[in-house]
């Protein structure tokens, strides 16, 4: 079965700052991998996705995120945070077949000024 | 398009009583999940439908909760009777299937007193 784990519950950096949010997963192929943000009382939004092709994946708001097989990781960065940014992060792996997202336990971002 | 649409926002009700969530999927898109999100158990899938036919309902707590899909616009989720245990904000979400992304709408915040 497909898992996710992401490692840090709560990062926090200051505005300005890089950033860098661990998502690790478990699946025997190629899976599809997501990054969503959630932010409070609201659904769930779609900040970047890989299903194949270039390892390098630009998304929304100047997120990108980076699929490496030989560590099952995609992790999400941006190079400079903004204070809107402060939300939750979830990674997400769907299996080619089941296409069913299952979703990680969400890492909080607090952006300090 | 208006993205999913999801009702009521926050539902309170008291033990025992049926509670009714109800989920407008995007127009076009032929597969529609179901999610619950708890702080403790994060975002977990209730139940899968692909043309309207549910496909994967091994993540639906207990008897208690059912879901339909009469058509392609329109799916319910029902908890009867509820219980204090099934607070939490349930998210629907719809895709087109295959390799595509599931979008998310805006939740339903249940608290059962």
């Known amino acids: 079965a497909q898992s996710v784990t992401q490692p840090d519950i709560h990062i926090t950096v200051s505005e300005g700052a890089s950033l860098e949010l661990r998502c690790n997963y478990s699946?025997?192929?190629?899976?599809?991998l997501f990054w969503y943000v959630q932010s409070p009382g609201q659904g769930l939004q779609l900040l970047l996705k890989y299903f194949s092709g270039d390892t390098l994946v630009q998304g929304i708001k100047g997120f990108e995120a980076e699929f490496k097989r030989s560590q099952s990781s995609f992790n999400l960065r941006k190079p400079s945070v903004h204070w809107s940014d402060a939300a939750e992060y979830f990674c997400a792996v769907a299996s080619v077949g089941s296409y069913i997202p299952t979703f990680g336990r969400g890492t909080s971002l607090i952006v300090h000024p | 398009d208006a993205g999913v649409i999801q009702s009521p926002r926050h539902e309170v009700t008291e033990m025992g009583q049926e509670v009714t969530l109800r989920c407008k999927p995007i127009?076009?898109?032929?597969?529609l999940f179901w999610y619950r999100q708890t702080m403790m158990r994060g975002l977990e899938l209730l139940i899968y439908?692909?043309?309207?036919?549910?496909?994967?309902d091994s993540g639906m707590p207990e008897d208690r909760f059912s879901a339909k899909m009469p058509n392609a616009s329109f799916s319910t989720l029902k908890i009867q009777p509820s219980e204090p245990r099934d607070s939490a904000v349930y998210f629907c979400?719809?895709?087109?299937?295959?390799?595509?992304?599931?979008?998310f709408g805006q939740g339903t915040r249940l608290t059962v007193v």
């Open positions: 979400a719809s895709s087109e299937g295959g390799n595509t992304e599931a979008f």
């Open positions: 127009s076009g898109h032929n597969s």
């Open positions: 439908f692909n043309n309207n036919v549910p496909i994967d």
């Open positions: 699946y025997g192929a190629t899976p599809y």
